[in-house]
């Protein structure tokens, strides 16, 4: 799993993705952190310069990011800071590190939370991101667990779209599978 990886092999995994999605021409957006995100922009400027999006999964990715209104600010307006700079482009979506506060899609649920740490961020000019589909797909032991996991997301989630991935290995290896999946599921 994630956790037990080193951080060079995570950074491959993400390149891995990216040239996967990339080949495929399929679009994704990436959340980084951003105190990883410091250590590799150039992996950051390779997301951007393949077109995919490239937004803020908060600074120090803690469960006490979204503790204060000044901490929540700290935390997403130092990892926007330094992504603009590297990607050239503005970050306005935040997802919130395990979906704290959010959860679902709010174009599934229209109604972001009222919670203060939705609140906050969107007074700070972040639009906060959940998901719908959840593929679990750090819970795999193997590549075919990345798609399983995502049938059985989708089929309790059918209108679904927003889907969350990690930069695993599993996931890396099983992109053209799940690509292929999705297409003949109508996904463009």
């Known amino acids: 799993g994630l956790g037990e990886m080193n951080p060079e092999q995570l950074w491959e995994t993400t390149l891995d993705i990216m040239k996967e999605l990339g080949d495929a021409k399929v679009p994704a957006t990436f959340f980084f952190i951003g105190k990883r995100a410091l250590v590799r922009p150039d992996i950051v400027k390779k997301g951007t310069d393949l077109g995919f999006d490239i937004e803020d999964h908060s ?48 174009t599934i649920n229209p109604y972001i939370p009222t919670t203060p740490d939705m609140v906050w961020a969107l007074q700070l000019g972040y639009l906060p991101v959940g998901s719908d589909v959840d593929s679990k797909d750090w819970l795999a032991t193997t590549p075919a667990e990345v798609l399983s996991g995502l049938k059985t997301a989708l089929a309790a989630a059918p209108n679904g779209h927003i889907m969350l991935f990690h930069d695993d290995p599993n996931t890396a290896k099983e992109i053209p599978q799940i690509v292929a999946y999705l297409k003949a599921q109508g996904y463009d």
């Open 59 to 106: 600074f120090t990715h803690s469960e006490n990011v979204q503790s204060s209104y000044t901490r929540l600010a700290l935390e997403l307006n130092s990892t926007n800071y330094f992504l603009s700079q590297v990607s050239g482009k503005e970050v306005s979506l935040y997802r919130p590190p395990y979906l704290l506060g959010i959860g679902i899609d709010p």
